[in-house]
């Protein structure tokens, strides 16, 4: 059991890969906005890696253990306690029952921090996925954040010992800053036909700022008065942002009338604005760790064959290889 | 340089337009999807159809690493694994199968018959609009007698409440896409003769109730949950999403309808729409649904063919109603 006594400003429980299947449905697939940080914490306390685990957003989460497990905490530095003591962050503990956890407002770089625990959290499995999909309210703990007085189950799990001191090698750690380079791939509507190939330019050289009002749904960067290759969206609206209807990727940057939203774990599923660029799934983990209202990111064109490189690779980093004793 | 170099485009290929399809984008979406595109930015339903087509060739073809596919009104998108199944030969198999698919008169989609109560112009809505009109906009011209049907009788050049209705009525409405919102249809008539449209709110409206029917340009939408919108409201009809999965229809999942049904309205009255909610929620209701037609997209081009001259004479009638309607 695990017992809240503060909530923070938004805790949920998500699973890997997520509700991956429901797309044509409407339904996007929720899960970790960093899925490195997420798939580390669930390798270090010994569970599979898209075991439920608890993604804690800017912090302010306190809550109480009932029994023993393994704990791990990854992400961004919320400076962890337990019991008071400061507790290690990409490094598992070991927590006993009554011990009390607390994640503190994220000060530094980074903006999400993963616990995961042994056993893994117990939800319901709904639509296959226990991930929160915060729009339509399901999933996860009764579909929505973690508040005081929750009481979140935990599946059984065995004696935390043998996984006390297993942290992530220092090399393999993420460096959060707030100033991101992001890997994205041109396209879907881009250039020459949608958009200016200068607009592109502009796109990929672009601090683009992230704006305050970002959430699971969408992170919001600063508008931008666009070229457009097209004078008008025609039968599909009257701005050349405007297409008829079409699927959003997961990870895509929309470009809704003047200003781009990259469109990630709880977004739209589709809709009638044009998507100039893709982030690529070696680069997705970063858009979690986003400041609103801080941070900047320029986005960095790679090619399909770079891509999927980049993608071989931190899969193998999030592996056994990957995880030393202290 | 940023598309300084084939590897940089945003297009992966293209196949030119032939007599029997229209020409094949392929679009780089990331590396975990690809963008399928069909022909021009026009609305066509038989783009829909044989989108659907290979969406169904594809989907028997039962490609190793293909995670799941989209498709909507001229396009489909693509989730994949591009480490088992990469980029260059998932096109290919595309592009291949653009052979081998039927061309669309030769196409038989699997598509159900779902029929769904509706009240038009009921009590619900009526509450929400109102609503509107005092805190969000007092002068909307798309609200005429506390309601939007009207208006879409003026734009359209229908001469009153009761043939918007018989013309809501008169055709079946095909599914062409869901998505937005889990569960929300994006539908379009099959009788053009019937293909009413609107302009959207503006100011968006703040308030819709679940299960408000509405239109925006030439799409009718159920609203599957409560929830702010921007189409002309005509209707309420019963749940198409329930998160608690209280009746048999919603069993697999809490969404109700697919992609390529066919909904028919039944107007009912406020009194019978709530009574029947009730049954939705307690679970005695039987939802309608026909699954064992399909639809043949030769004989429905045959019927297009015979009706040519009545869908243009609606459409004159549409295009002068149009210059005496002021626009939201």
């Known amino acids: 059991m695990f017992e809240v006594l503060e909530g923070g400003i938004q805790t949920t429980v998500q699973d890997y890969p997520g509700r991956v299947g429901y797309l044509d449905l409407g339904t996007y697939p929720a899960g970790p906005m960093d899925h490195f940080a997420f798939r580390i914490a669930n390798l270090l306390v010994g569970n599979p890696q898209g075991a439920p685990a608890l993604e804690v957003t800017a912090g302010g989460l306190k809550a109480r253990f009932h029994d023993s497990r393994a704990v791990a905490i990854t992400g961004a530095d919320m400076q962890p306690t337990l019991n008071g003591t400061p507790a290690p962050l990409w490094e598992t503990f070991a927590v006993g029952p009554n011990d009390l956890l607390e994640l503190k407002f994220v000060k530094g770089a980074g903006l999400r921090a993963y616990v995961a625990a042994s056993g893994a959290f117990d939800v319901p499995e709904y639509m296959g996925s226990r991930a929160t999909f915060t729009v339509g309210g399901f999933g996860g703990f009764e579909g929505r954040g973690l508040k005081k007085g929750d009481r979140v189950r935990l599946k059984p799990a065995g004696a935390p010992a043998g996984q006390v001191g297993r942290r992530l090698r220092t090399d393999r750690r993420p460096q959060h800053g707030t100033h991101w380079e992001i890997e994205a791939m041109r396209g879907p509507q881009a250039d020459p036909d949608y958009m200016t190939a200068a607009d592109m330019d502009f796109f990929f050289s672009h601090a683009w700022k992230v704006d305050r009002n970002s959430n699971r749904m969408g992170v919001r960067l600063e508008s931008h008065k666009w070229q457009w290759a097209r004078k008008s969206g025609g039968v599909a609206g009257g701005h050349p942002s405007n297409i008829l209807d079409n699927g959003y990727a997961v990870w895509t940057v929309n470009v809704s009338g003047d200003q781009p939203i990259i469109l990630v774990a709880d977004g739209p599923s589709l809709g009638g604005f044009i998507c100039n660029a893709t982030l690529i799934y070696a680069s997705s983990w970063k858009v979690g760790q986003l400041m609103p209202g801080r941070d900047t990111i320029r986005f960095k064109e790679v090619t399909i064959d770079e891509a999927t490189a980049l993608a071989a690779s931190i899969d193998e980093a999030i592996a056994e290889r990957s995880i030393e004793r202290r | ?328």
């Open chain 2, 1 to 328: 340089m940023p598309g300084s170099h084939e590897g940089n485009r945003a297009i992966i290929d293209v196949l030119s337009a032939t007599a029997d399809r229209p020409a094949v984008t392929y679009r780089y979406a990331g590396d975990r999807f690809i963008l399928v595109e069909y022909g021009e930015m026009v609305l066509d339903l038989t783009t829909n159809f044989r989108i659907f087509g290979l969406n169904d060739a594809l989907k028997r073809a039962g490609l190793d690493g293909l995670i799941e596919t989209v498709p909507a009104l001229r396009s489909m998108l693509l989730h994949y694994d591009s480490r088992r199944l990469p980029t260059r030969e998932l096109v290919a198999t595309l592009k291949k199968l653009e052979e081998t698919v039927p061309s669309g008169e030769n196409l038989n989609i699997p598509s159900r018959r779902v029929e769904l109560p509706i009240a038009f112009g009921d009590r619900w809505t009526r509450a929400d609009i109102e609503r509107y009109v005092k805190y969000t906009r007092q002068d909307a011209p798309n609200i005429v007698d506390g309601h939007n049907i009207e208006y879409i009788a003026r734009y359209n050049g229908l001469r009153n409440v009761q043939e918007v209705v018989d013309y809501i009525c008169a055709t079946e409405w095909w599914n062409a896409c869901i998505g937005f919102w889990p569960g929300l249809p994006f539908m379009f008539p099959l009788d053009p003769r019937y293909a009413i449209v609107t302009p959207k709110y503006n100011p968006t409206r703040p308030w819709t109730p679940e299960g408000a029917v509405g239109i925006g340009g030439p799409c009718v939408a159920i609203y599957p949950v409560e929830s702010p919108g921007g189409y002309q409201l005509f209707g309420r009809t019963i749940p198409v999403f329930d998160l608690k999965q209280r009746n048999p229809a919603f069993k697999a999942n809490p969404i109700l309808l697919k992609p390529a049904d066919r909904i028919q309205w039944v107007p009912v009255t406020d009194e019978q729409l709530e009574s029947t909610r009730e049954r939705v929620h307690d679970g005695t209701y039987r939802y309608t649904i026909v699954g064992y037609e399909a639809l043949n997209v030769k004989s429905y081009l045959g019927f297009l063919e015979g009706i040519k001259a009545e869908v243009t004479a609606f459409q004159q009638r549409q295009a002068e109603a149009v210059k005496h309607v002021a626009i939201p």
